[in-house]
């Protein structure tokens, strides 16, 4: 089961999606990447955002799931998005962050 630490660790992994904050896309978040979480390991299986396959919007977003037994629990789905960052003056304002689970 997906808990909210989960959900509070994968949605500040969405932000490493960003081609900006990182420049090498070895360096971004990639589909096939396994991302842990408190002891349960996520495999993303979708993101959009980086370099691979940027937004014209700045948004970057991925879906993970859950490894149990060897493999991604797709019964588990977990979204997480980042709103387009935006830029005012010497400021950097970024928009939420949200993770939720379909099931």
């Not at 940027?54 to 991925?62: E, F, I, L, R, W």
């Amino acid at each position: 089961m997906v808990t909210d630490q989960n959900y509070n660790d994968i949605s500040k992994e969405v932000y490493d999606l960003d081609p900006k904050k990182y420049p090498k896309y070895k360096d971004q978040v990639q589909i096939g990447d396994t991302i842990d979480s408190n002891g349960q390991d996520f495999k993303v299986i979708e993101a959009i955002g980086n370099s691979a396959n940027p937004t014209s919007n700045g948004m970057q977003a991925m879906a993970v799931a859950p490894i149990v037994d060897g493999e991604p629990d797709t019964s588990q789905i977990v979204i997480a998005y980042a709103d387009p960052h935006f830029s005012r003056g010497n400021s950097f304002l970024n928009g939420t962050c949200l993770c939720y689970t379909i099931r």
